[in-house]
């Protein structure tokens, strides 16, 4: 088994700063690619932004030059830094990954439960 758990949300102030973390725990073996989405309110879930295991990471274009993120592997956890805000990015965020785990290695895509980001004027 394997979870996610996300942490750093709140309410913010239009222009202001939140930094997301995302902490994954269980029988873990490795995880390959991890990210972050996003779903607002009477809205369809959306990729925020992804990072593989090398580092090289894929972000939405609404959020581009914005959001940041980044991954510590021996913590097993990423991290999402967002920057200049704005009431659009209000969403429950979740952390999303795709992990080989024990005892058989399967690879799992597994999601956490989400962390509410809202954004003010």
């Known amino acids: 088994q394997v979870q996610l758990v996300e942490s750093g949300g709140g309410l913010v102030q239009a222009g202001g700063s939140l930094r997301l973390s995302c902490a994954a725990s269980g029988s873990i073996f490795s995880i390959n690619t991890i990210g972050w989405y996003r779903q607002a309110p009477g809205k369809q879930r959306e990729l925020v932004a992804t990072?593989?295991?090398?580092?090289?990471?894929n972000y939405n274009d609404s959020v581009k030059g914005r959001f940041t993120i980044s991954r510590d592997n021996a913590e097993s956890t990423v991290s999402l830094q967002m920057n200049s805000l704005k009431p659009e990015d209000t969403a429950v965020y979740y952390c999303?990954?795709?992990?080989?785990?024990?005892?058989?290695?399967?690879?799992?895509?597994?999601w956490g439960q989400g962390t509410l980001v809202i954004v003010s004027l």
């Open positions: 990072i593989g295991l090398g580092g090289s990471s």
């Open positions: 999303n990954a795709e992990a080989a785990v024990g005892p058989a290695f399967r690879l799992l895509n597994v």
